[in-house]
């Protein structure tokens, strides 16, 4: 859908909007403790004091600079994208325009979000998300390398490379990128790439998504059969992948986000019966590769794309085919498909990645990528 500046302006009106009214909803409530006022009259012996008291009551410490951060629970859709696009103003440093670019995207499509709030059930909330990762103590912080918050640098240390001569980075969460948040989902691939676009990333090659999984990087011209079809490029592929899981050599769905369920009467993927039932972002601390990168298994499947040939990859400028990496929410109850790192999946729902009408569901979202050499 092509949307017009009412749309972009409407965007960004919500989200000053929903800063007012929902900062009012999360601002603690203070008592007033103060006695009334009265005046006080020294006793008669007292003599008036020439210094100030020193026993004055010191005054109370300045407001934090931190503004909250807005949670919303139970809202509509409308309200719960609000919170949303003010939580990535704030948590990832967007400018005005990066957020006028995604408001357009995010209020314009009708379902793109969190999930259907009239059916979605998370199986945990942020806080016990926050107080999870509080618990497990340090965890990987994103890398100043990549100039944006929350990526890790991607290479191949198998090749003696080190984070110094890494070229690209990878979020380290599903989109919105920020622990402990819901990934959003109900979103095509074009979308996702326009959103990546304007936050100064890009969708991420099916590659790089296999290489943060995997702890290694590859070259693209041993990781595509360039020149075949895609059947042929995916199947010489497969036949010859490592087989590997971001946690390690076994795979462990007790790991990652992998045990909700889905919603009762969603047999089929449709916005009224089926609710994106996934976890908080980064909950499963132990569900993360060696670089650094999170839920790679688990909680979304995430859009990606798939070159054809060279002149494809987005890490060059280009866009191919669609492809959906990695797995989701149910898959330690109901594994639905192979999950490990380099795995690639056949051509379901496959479009070009800037297809209008490409797929998208209550369990698939997206993380973006983003070149080092980028300003």
């Not at 210094?51 to 809202?75: C, I, K, R, T």
């Not at 095509?188 to 296999?210: M, N, P, T, V, Y």
């Not at 795979?251 to 039932?277: E, F, H, I, V």
């Amino acid at each position: 859908m092509r949307l017009t500046w009412p749309w972009v302006v409407f965007g960004v009106v919500a989200v000053s909007s929903v800063l007012a009214r929902l900062s009012v909803l999360h601002e603690p409530v203070r008592e007033n403790t103060e006695p009334p006022s009265r005046e006080l009259t020294p006793p008669p012996s007292a003599e008036p004091s020439a210094e100030p008291s020193s026993e004055l009551a010191a005054p109370e410490p300045a407001p934090s600079a931190e503004p909250p951060y807005l949670e919303v629970d139970g809202g509509t859709l409308e309200e719960q994208k609000q919170a949303l696009l003010v939580n990535l103003e704030r948590t990832l440093e967007l400018d005005g325009k990066a957020v006028a670019e995604v408001s357009s995207i995010v209020m314009g499509e009708r379902w793109l979000g969190q999930g259907n709030p009239k059916v979605t059930k998370h199986p945990m909330t942020r806080a016990e998300c926050r107080e999870i990762r509080k618990a497990k103590g340090p965890l990987p912080e994103g890398d100043p390398r990549c100039g944006k918050p929350n990526m890790a640098p991607l290479f191949d240390p198998a090749r003696g490379e080190t984070k110094d001569q890494a070229k690209v980075c990878i979020d380290q969460y599903e989109f919105p990128n920020i622990p402990c948040e819901y990934p959003v989902v109900w979103v095509r691939a074009d979308q996702a790439s326009r959103i990546c676009r304007a936050i100064g990333k890009r969708l991420c090659d099916a590659h790089e998504w296999e290489g943060a999984c995997a702890g290694a990087l590859k070259p693209p011209e041993e990781e595509y059969a360039f020149g075949e079809r895609r059947m042929m490029m995916e199947y010489l592929h497969n036949q010859k992948r490592e087989i590997v899981w971001a946690y390690g050599k076994a795979k462990d769905y007790s790991l990652c986000a992998a045990n909700s369920r889905k919603s009762p009467g969603c047999l089929t993927p449709t916005w009224q019966m089926c609710g994106s039932n996934t976890y908080p972002a980064g909950a499963f601390p132990d569900c993360r590769s060696s670089f650094g990168v999170f839920d790679l298994h688990g909680n979304a499947a995430e859009h990606m794309n798939l070159p054809l040939e060279p002149k494809e990859l987005a890490s060059r400028g280009g866009l191919g085919e669609t492809e959906m990496k990695g797995s989701w929410f149910i898959f330690q109850r109901e594994e639905a498909h192979l999950d490990d790192c380099r795995w690639r999946a056949p051509m379901w729902h496959h479009t070009r990645v800037d297809d209008p009408n490409s797929h998208f569901n209550y369990h698939l979202g997206f993380r973006c990528c983003r070149n080092i050499d980028e300003k």
